[in-house]
């Protein structure tokens, strides 16, 4: 009796963990997949439709969406019937998907937006804070607060954060740099400063990128440089002048290659038959078919022997 009794309750509690453990399966079962993780909280997808998933493990935003992005500083961008949102951590709309493009908010506090057809600036309210426009924006607003537009998606202008334009919208091409701006209109090329000031008139057929105050033109076939701080235009007797690179600048003459200081200068003589500007205080030379490094004073920089760099990787592990 007692082994018939041990027995039934064996049975009973091996039925009762099985069905325990069926449903422990079944509630912890995902039917979903986790498309990315933010601060504990995930996107979630299930039949094509996306939603957010909070640390509790509640889904705060519904699987009705067709794509979720990634969060950024606590936003995630959000596409419902091909329109696009921000929705914020609490499962909130932050900005409505009303939106055919909506991009992330720069550091000015707004976001480039697309809709209708043109492109507008809106603020984290939703409020419009550069009327939607332009055709074409060639990027966000840039460290200096500046950026590139066009009206009717051909000719182009510069403008600020309050709207106001900076250069007129009559160019094919614009170029923003840090102390500059180029412009490009009818296979010619202008210089400004970043208040739209001419520095170099709509006349020349090259004007080079450079870092720091001095840059390379070319006019009328001859090439020279335009020392900013100053005002004054130099021309020089080379065939080319390449980029101002960390205070040299590469220049051709009767297919030599050579570099002068931020005076114009000759530093390094015109020697190699191949050169390029400096990067991390060296440059690529060939002459006489041997390639190599120099430095600024134009010594040659040797071969570090392959033991060197096997030193470099050892003491960084």
């Not at 091909?82 to 939106?99: H, R």
């Not at 600024?296 to 592990?317: A, D, M, Q, S, T």
Request: aromatic content about 14%; some cysteine.
């Amino acid at each position: 009796m007692m082994k018939r009794t041990l027995l039934f309750g064996s049975i009973f509690i091996g039925i009762l963990l099985g069905n325990l453990i069926g449903i422990y399966l079944l509630l912890s079962r995902k039917d979903y997949r986790i498309v990315s993780r933010y601060n504990h909280f995930q996107i979630i997808e299930k039949n094509q439709r996306m939603g957010i998933m909070n640390p509790q493990g509640n889904i705060i935003f519904p699987l009705l969406y067709e794509k979720i992005d990634s969060f950024h500083y606590g936003i995630a961008r959000v596409t419902k019937d091909k329109k696009i949102g921000y929705v914020d951590t609490t499962g909130k709309w932050k900005i409505p998907p009303v939106y055919d493009d909506l991009y992330l908010f720069n550091s000015f506090g707004s976001a480039l937006a697309l809709q209708n057809g043109k492109y507008g600036w809106i603020n984290k309210r939703n409020e419009t804070v550069i009327p939607f426009l332009y055709k074409n924006v060639q990027s966000d607003f840039n460290r200096n607060g500046q950026t590139i537009v066009s009206k009717d998606g051909q000719k182009y202008g510069c403008i600020n954060l309050r709207n106001e334009t900076i250069l007129d919208f009559i160019y094919d091409r614009i170029e923003l740099f840090d102390i500059y701006m180029l412009g490009e209109k009818d296979s010619s090329q202008g210089l400004y400063d970043l208040q739209g000031k001419i520095l170099l008139p709509l006349t020349y057929e090259r004007i080079q990128k450079s870092e720091g105050p001095v840059i390379p033109f070319k006019q009328n076939g001859k090439w020279g440089i335009y020392k900013s701080i100053t005002q004054e235009k130099v021309y020089l007797p080379y065939d080319s002048i390449g980029s101002y690179q960390e205070g040299l600048v590469c220049v051709t003459k009767d297919d030599k290659f050579g570099y002068l200081d931020l005076s114009g200068e000759p530093v390094i003589p015109l020697k190699f038959n191949f050169a390029t500007g400096f990067h991390h205080q060296h440059a690529n030379v060939s002459t006489h078919g041997y390639r190599f490094s120099i430095d600024k004073e134009g010594n040659r920089i040797p071969h570090r022997p392959i033991n060197y760099f096997f030193g470099i990787l050892i003491n960084k592990l």
